[in-house]
């Protein structure tokens, strides 16, 4: 059935975030990525260009790799998400997030949770790139910390790490 | 930043859509809403009401079907990126597609949302003007089929009227003997082109151009077609010599706008550069 | 049992050098970082800044009546309030620029496109700016200027019109006797030089909460300012407001690079709207407002450099342009900070440099990384490259043969820096080899006979850290900072445990972890064992009022800090040990947590000190005051300047090499990095890791402002780049791998022998710039703007092809 709401509606926007329901309200102009941000507080995902351009909130989004400040909160009803605060198993860190750790990969890490989102989606896909392959990966994830020497060199140490953990950490996103 | 208020409608069918927009009088589709959704925030537009037909699954595939190619108009660019039929096929929409925004805008933005919002500077929109693809444009009355020249009819504005929906993009089988190329020259990989050149050929016997379709973004209101390059080149050996004369004419026609990526000036003469570039690549991918 | 001479070995250092991983880490890989926006408190409302849109304007009428009506609305605030609730923020410039009135909201006039007109506070962030359009504005648009130059023409519109003149600091810098240089030079090199606008635009933006405590009387400010102890006299001035009751508290900061110095009228206007609204206000700045918010400073020079035929550079005559936009903020320090590396990495005796610092209808400048120095470095890197041109030498060679050389370590420059050591030729033939510069040379020959366009740019760059704030003295007397401080605190608590605070204010340094490493080797301990508090806040945290990060100062400044307190602490910890184990203070040391007699070998864990020193303290020698907290203030041993403007700016001076090799395709002027190699030097490396970071992290900020950002203004001063759909940030697809080596040569003067890093001068602008002027040499261009732009060399391609065809 079609689903509609007036301008100022506030909606009640269920979704499955990192495993767990989680319910808010939301109009329908709010944007994702203040409705997990403000309303769930769920504040690990950031925003830093307003137009799409930095990938600072990227989540994953149904399996894929999104920035939650271009999508409506609306449009994420009863979608699955996966965001930074998703990524290790309770205190075990996620293999890409141990990566980062050890090789410098970030700075500020305010880029960081999106970096992540966007390395996860690219191993996913292609469990072992190339540089070149990386880099085109996190394209849409602007750095203003590392000149992305070690957030490259972080997910190629994330590839090894996965493969070599076989299927444990291939969990689907 | 945040949009002004409007009026949200999920419609479950692309009739629903239809009469929602029908009823609607400012409304405006959302489709991937990469770019929509930014020009709102940025409050460059404000429409009253959003019909979202993202969740519309069944606009989003890739059929053979005899004649054509058809490409559902959700379809997102992350698919048509790694469409092996695509690829085989139209190369030029692969090159097009890898080369939009980056992987997160790929896997929301979609083919007909880049279509409808038909910027000059996108990729796909001159693609498909150098394909001759189709548009399949439905309202209440039924469909319409519209073709590539006249689908483009202004800056930001195409021939899909306010209560239409675009649903499919056709892409007409090229003949054997055929290739496709498009070279976006920009600053970075993921902007928009100073200059972009789609190119789809067919070639004769030996090195003779049979027939050539060569468009051009970002150098006018909507896709250029450079027709002085392509008749120049039509019945015409695909030499260095020939290829370099028709580009020095590919330009005919363009009136680029001036920003601080490309002057005018300077768009005009990447025309011709990336005009002869793009047709040597169609030539090397000749099947 | 070990033996005494097993124990000292122990208590070696170790920690230092080490690769450690940071501390900070785990919170933010795992999004539990937190940011100013992160901060949430109840009954928070949400402030949104209306804008101006002219470049210069009168503002006839602000009617905020409409706004103050709309949903979720609490309150407003305009120009007019803001100059009966506070006076103009102090200004450092000498008379007549002192007069600049900067508030936190334009009161009669604009005069940049962007500045704050009008504020909103509502009960939402989406309320406030549907409501910020609804405040209506009449303005009166003047005449603008946006050129340095231009502005200093007699009849050009005034920026501000009650300083007289669009001139914030003359200043002549004159060292040796340049003129006679001149005069017996073999040849006197020329070049009019451009450096462009750009800034290093963080990731997160500007931010501030502020929650004023009507009970207390505390203005609580939470922000991700990088200088927030520095901020206190803009704002408790300006706001007359007493500063024992401004709390400054910034948790972690999504990036800095100097930019989140200058934002105390964003910090004071938000304070006034708390106040008005009696409610906590959050403001967090968007991406299109962050890029009019602190823009790098524009500079044009004129050089003129005497050299001889072998390449020897007599000096420098220059005429320095400095573009500070619309209001002066942070400068005019920038117009002598250039002056902590007058002569670049090179041997000169005679150096004229006329400074003007100007101001134009364009966004405010300030701080950025590289601040000032780096359109200085470009300047002289671009000048050499053009000198070897001229002479037909390499530019390897020129350099080689000008360099400080490392036997004249400390060199004290013409302008009175003291260069703390380095070895510049050593750090030039290191990044040669690692690029194959002889090989790459025998490319470029071959290529070229294919058409083909290679170039090869070097680069070296001086990067200067600890700035002296007496530099400022230069401008006026009157201003009342001078030297540099900062504080540390360490204390055992008394269950044993180590915490650590300092005034630094990192935004992705790592300071967490440099400073456990320096206290871990104090104590012998590992640096787990040590919680250093994150983010500051001046409640909390020790400081000065020079705390902050910024002029790579905070690993130097930090370090003394923290050896001052580590010293007291371990003095105390001494003395109560020795009474406990009845010996003398002088037998103890530390290791593992313990600490040890060195004449017994007999250990007493540090924990059952503390137990002594806080809550067993009836066990403490007569008459000493219980627990075991030192508190350390430092400061680097700085001098004012002398009547010629001499005085050692700077206490470290880093530096660093760099060569481009690129592929330029001479029919687009499109160009691509081939290999990219840096050398740095910043002396001992606390964490090696850090520090390649932060090599890494300059160099891509000067590989972007060559070749991709810009903040580009229109004719009527509209700035075209002012989101990142224009303002072009490269992402991992643009910047090459970066290929680096360390020369690790001690500072002379800083503790540890440590200098600071990150800011990288600039390096790649020159090096770029060098490289693509090298690839164009076939078609004899000269490259004389920072920034290279495809379409720019392009034209200069096509034009120089119409002239050899017109010679033809």
């Known amino acids: 059935m079609m689903k509609s709401a007036t301008k100022s509606d506030m909606i009640r926007v269920t979704c499955k975030i990192n495993g767990k329901e989680y319910s808010g309200l939301a109009e329908p102009r709010t944007l994702f990525v203040h409705f997990i941000r403000d309303e769930l507080n769920l504040t690990g995902t950031h925003i830093g260009c307003d137009t799409g351009h930095c990938g600072a909130c990227t989540i994953f989004m149904n399996g894929k790799s999104v920035k939650s400040c271009m999508v409506l909160a609306i449009q994420a009803q009863g979608a699955d998400i996966t965001t930074v605060e998703g990524l290790a198993d309770g205190d075990k860190l996620h293999p890409i997030q141990e990566a980062f750790w050890e090789n410098h990969g970030l700075q500020c890490g305010y880029c960081t949770p999106g970096m992540l989102i966007s390395g996860l989606f690219l191993l996913q896909r292609n469990p072992d790139p190339t540089e070149d392959e990386i880099r085109r990966g996190i394209e849409g994830n602007l750095c203003r910390c590392t000149g992305y020497v070690n957030i490259v060199k972080s997910i190629k140490a994330a590839a090894k790490k996965m493969q070599s953990e076989g299927g444990k950490s291939a969990r689907s996103m | ?287 | 049992m070990a033996t005494v001479m097993e124990l000292v070995k122990e208590s070696e250092v170790q920690w230092v050098g080490q690769p450690l991983k940071r501390k900070e880490d785990p919170r933010l890989i795992t999004g539990l970082g937190k940011f100013v926006d992160d901060v949430k408190l109840p009954g928070l409302a949400f402030a949104s800044i209306l804008r101006s849109p002219y470049a210069s304007a009168k503002i006839k009428r602000v009617d905020v009546s409409r706004a103050e009506k709309a949903p979720g609305v609490i309150c407003t605030l305009t120009g007019s309030d803001v100059s009966k609730l506070t006076d103009p923020f102090l200004q450092i410039s000498s008379a007549p620029a002192n007069k600049v009135k900067d508030y936190c909201l334009a009161v009669d006039k604009v005069h940049f496109v962007g500045e704050p007109v009008a504020a909103v506070v509502a009960e939402t962030r989406a309320e406030a700016e549907d409501a910020m359009e609804l405040i209506e504005v009449d303005y009166e648009p003047e005449e603008h200027v946006l050129d340095a130059r231009k502005a200093l023409e007699k009849d050009a519109p005034l920026v501000h019109e009650q300083v007289g003149s669009n001139l914030v600091f003359h200043g002549k810098w004159d060292y040796g006797d340049i003129e006679d240089a001149i005069r017996k030079a073999d040849r006197v090199v020329n070049a009019k030089l451009h450096f462009h606008r750009f800034s290093s635009t963080p990731i997160e933006n500007n931010g501030v909460v502020v929650n004023y405590d009507r009970a207390t009387g505390f203005l609580n400010i939470y922000c991700n300012n990088q200088m927030p102890m520095f901020c206190i006299p803009w704002l408790s001035f300006g706001l007359k407001f007493p500063s024992n009751k401004i709390r400054m508290i910034t948790g972690d900061i999504g990036g800095g690079f100097g930019t989140k110095i200058i934002s105390y009228p964003y910090i004071a206007l938000i304070c006034l709207l708390s106040m008005k609204a009696k409610r906590p206000v959050k403001w967090t700045e968007d991406r299109r407002e962050h890029m009019f918010a602190n823009h790098g400073n524009e500079r044009s020079f004129d050089v003129e450099v005497p050299v001889k035929k072998d390449g020897t550079i007599l000096g420098f005559k220059v005429s320095a342009f400095d573009d500070c936009g619309a209001y002066t903020r942070y400068e005019p320090a920038g117009a002598t900070i250039w002056a902590q590396v007058s002569p670049g990495v090179y041997h000169f005796p005679n150096l004229k440099v006329d400074f003007f610092q100007v101001m134009t209808n364009k966004a405010p400048v300030g701080p950025n990384r590289g601040y000032s120095r780096m359109q200085h470095l470009w300047m002289i890197e671009r000048t050499v490259d053009i000198i070897a041109k001229e002479l037909g030498l390499d530019p390897a060679d020129v350099r080689l043969k000008n360099y400080v050389r490392s036997d004249e370590m400390p060199y004290v420059t013409p302008s009175g820096g003291i260069y703390d050591g380095g070895d510049y030729s050593e750090s030039l033939r290191k990044a040669m080899k690692l690029i194959d510069y002889d090989g790459l040379r025998e490319e470029q020959a071959r290529a070229r006979k294919s058409g083909k366009l290679i170039g090869i740019g070097i680069a070296t760059a001086v990067d200067s850290g600890t700035n002296n704030f007496g530099q400022v003295k230069i401008i006026t007397d009157d201003n009342p900072f001078s030297g540099n401080s900062e504080a540390a605190r360490v204390s055992i608590d008394g269950l044993g445990q180590f915490q650590v605070g300092l005034g630094t204010v990192p935004q992705g340094q790592g300071h967490e972890t440099f400073a456990a490493q320096i206290v871990a080797d104090e104590f012998g301990i590992n640096p787990d064992q040590i919680t250093v508090l994150s983010g500051f806040d001046s409640a909390i945290n020790p400081y000065s009022h020079q705390s902050g990060s910024y002029a790579s100062r905070s690993a130097v400044m930090g370090t003394g800090a923290l050896l001052g307190a580590t010293k007291k602490l371990k003095e105390k910890v001494a003395m109560i040990a020795a009474h406990l184990m009845k010996t003398l203070p002088e037998n103890i040391s530390f290791s593992e947590g313990n600490v040890v007699d060195k004449q017994t070998g007999k250990k007493m864990p540090i924990w059952q000190i503390a137990n002594v020193a806080w809550v067993n303290n009836v066990l403490l020698p007569e008459g000493m005051e219980p627990g075991l907290v030192a508190l350390n203030f430092w400061r680097p041993n700085f001098t004012l300047p002398d009547e010629k403007w001499r005085l050692n700016q700077t206490l470290t001076y880093s530096y660093q090499t760099h060569i481009a090799a690129i592929e330029l395709d001479p029919e687009s002027g499109k160009f691509k990095i081939l290999r990219y190699v840096i050398v740095d030097d910043c002396g001992t490396q606390i964490n090696p890791m850090i520090v390649e970071g932060q090599v890494h992290g300059a160099a891509a900020h000067g590989i972007g402002a060559a070749m991709f950002e810009e903040f580009n203004y229109d004719e009527n001063g509209q700035l075209n780049s002012n989101t990142f759909i224009d303002y072009l940030v490269p992402s991992a697809v643009e910047i090459p791998h970066l290929i680096t080596g360390h020369l690790e040569i001690p500072s002379l003067f800083a503790p540890k022998g440590i200098r600071g890093v990150g800011e990288g001068g600039g390096t790649p602008l020159g090096a770029i710039s060098n490289a693509v002027e090298d690839a164009l040499a076939p078609f004899g261009l000269q490259i004389t703007d920072s920034h290279q732009n495809p379409q720019h060399i392009h034209k200069l391609i096509r034009e120089k092809i119409s002239k050899l065809n017109q010679v033809r």
């Open chain 2, 1 to 287: 930043m945040t949009p002004k208020k409007f009026d949200y409608y999920s419609p479950t069918s692309i009739n629903e859509a239809i009469q929602l927009l029908h009823d609607n009088e400012d409304s405006k589709v959302l489709a991937g809403g990469q770019s929509l959704l930014a020009l709102m925030k940025l409050r460059l537009a404000a429409p009253s009401a959003l019909v979202d037909i993202s969740k519309l699954q069944e606009m989003s595939y890739v059929r053979e079907d005899k004649d054509y190619l058809g490409i559902g108009a959700l379809t997102i660019h992350d698919i048509i990126e790694h469409n092996q039929t695509i690829k085989k096929k139209f190369t030029l929409l692969t090159d097009a597609a890898s080369k939009i925004g980056d992987q997160q805008i790929r896997n929301v933005g979609t083919i007909g949302g880049s279509s409808c919002h038909a910027d000059p500077a996108a990729d796909l929109p001159t693609a498909l003007s150098a394909v001759n693809a189709h548009f399949v444009i439905r309202s209440g009355k039924g469909q319409r089929i519209v073709p590539a020249t006249e689908f483009f009819v202004d800056l930001f504005q195409t021939a899909v009227g306010h209560d239409e929906v675009l649903s499919e993009i056709r892409l007409p089988y090229l003949p054997p003997r055929s290739g496709s190329g498009y070279i976006k020259h920009s600053r970075r990989e993921g902007d928009f082109a100073i200059v972009g050149t789609g190119v789809v050929l067919t070639m004769g016997d030996g090195n003779v151009c049979k027939d050539i379709r060569i468009a051009l973004g970002a150098v006018s209101a909507t896709p250029l077609r450079a027709k002085s390059a392509e008749e120049y080149l039509k019945g015409k050996t695909l030499d260095d010599k020939n290829i370099a004369d028709a580009a020095e004419i590919a330009n005919e026609g363009a009136d680029p706008p001036s920003d601080m990526h490309g002057s005018k000036e300077y768009r005009m003469e990447m025309i011709k550069v990336f005009t002869r570039r793009t047709v040597k690549l169609a030539m090397s991918r000749v099947m």
